[in-house]
C-alpha cells in the first residue's frame, strides 16, 4: 500500500490565483482530513469527510473548499490564494472510529503564496 | 482558541539525557493520541491512551494519561539523535454529541550528540 499520497510537493501562487492540492488513500479509510500546519503551530482542521459524498468544515475552512466523490480521493481547492493561506497542508485518513483512530498522515504540500 | 496546551514548546538536550513533553486539556478527554513529526517530514502516529491512569511504553518511551483524563506525557530516556523532531499530542473531546481531535502545537526537540 502507498498509504495517503498528496500532489504537488511544493507550489508557488500568486496572490488571486486557484489551485486543487490532490489526496489519495489506499487504505479503504472512511474517514479523510485536511490540516494546515502554520510554523510553531499545531495542526489545524480545514475540512473532513466520514464518507464518499459527505464532506464538513473543519476548523479553519474560510478560503477552502473540498469534493469526496470516490472513497479515495479528497481533493482540496483554493479559489483565490491569499498570503495567509502560506502553510503546509497534510490530508490524513483514518478507518472506521474516525478520530478515535490512528491518523494517517501524507507527505505534505508546501504552499506559498505570494 | 487553543485547548490542548503542550509545553515546553522547544527542548534541547544532550544526547543520553531524558526528556518529558507535557499535554494539558481544560476539558475531559476521550483518548489522547501522539505523534511525532521529523523535521521537513509528516506526522506519524506513535500511540493512543484511552484509560484514566493509562500508562503505555515503547523501548524508551513512555506515555502517561492523567487520572482525570485532563493531562497526558510522553517522557524519552537517555536521549538519541534520532529522537529528534517534534512531538505532538492530540486529544479527543466529546462536545454534543460530536468529537473533535485538538492538537497541541507541539514541542520541538533537538539533541546534541
Known amino acids: 500500500n502507498a498509504g495517503v499520497t498528496q500532489t504537488p510537493k511544493f507550489r508557488i501562487l500568486k496572490i488571486g490565483q486557484s489551485m486543487t492540492l490532490q489526496c489519495t488513500q489506499d487504505?479503504?479509510?472512511?474517514?479523510m482530513y485536511w490540516y494546515r500546519q502554520d510554523p510553531g503551530m499545531g495542526l489545524k482542521l480545514i475540512y473532513y469527510?466520514?464518507?464518499?459524498?459527505?464532506?464538513d468544515k473543519g476548523e479553519v475552512p474560510n478560503g477552502y473548499n473540498v469534493s469526496r466523490s470516490t472513497t479515495e480521493d479528497f481533493p482540496l481547492r483554493l479559489e483565490l490564494a491569499a498570503p495567509s493561506q502560506t502553510s503546509v497542508y497534510f490530508c490524513a485518513s483514518s478507518p472506521p472510529g474516525g478520530r478515535r483512530e490512528t491518523q494517517y498522515f501524507g507527505p505534505g504540500t508546501r504552499l506559498l503564496v505570494l | 482558541g487553543q485547548q490542548v496546551m503542550q509545553i515546553p514548546q522547544y527542548q534541547h538536550v544532550q544526547e543520553g539525557e531524558d526528556f518529558t513533553t507535557y499535554c494539558n486539556s481544560s476539558?475531559?478527554?476521550?483518548?489522547i493520541q501522539w505523534y511525532k513529526q521529523r523535521p521537513g517530514g509528516h506526522p506519524v502516529f506513535l500511540i493512543q491512551?484511552?484509560?484514566?491512569?493509562e500508562v503505555k511504553k515503547q523501548k524508551r518511551l513512555t506515555f502517561q494519561f492523567g487520572e482525570a483524563k485532563k493531562n497526558s506525557s510522553l517522557h524519552i530516556t537517555a536521549t538519541q539523535t534520532t529522537d529528534v523532531g517534534t512531538y505532538f499530542c492530540a486529544g479527543l473531546r466529546t462536545q454534543g454529541g460530536s468529537e473533535k481531535l485538538v492538537f497541541g502545537k507541539g514541542t520541538k526537540l533537538t539533541v546534541n550528540p
Open positions: 469527510s466520514v464518507g464518499a459524498g459527505i464532506t
Open positions: 491512551l484511552v484509560k484514566s491512569g
Open positions: 487504505m479503504n479509510h472512511n474517514y
Open positions: 476539558t475531559t478527554l476521550s483518548n
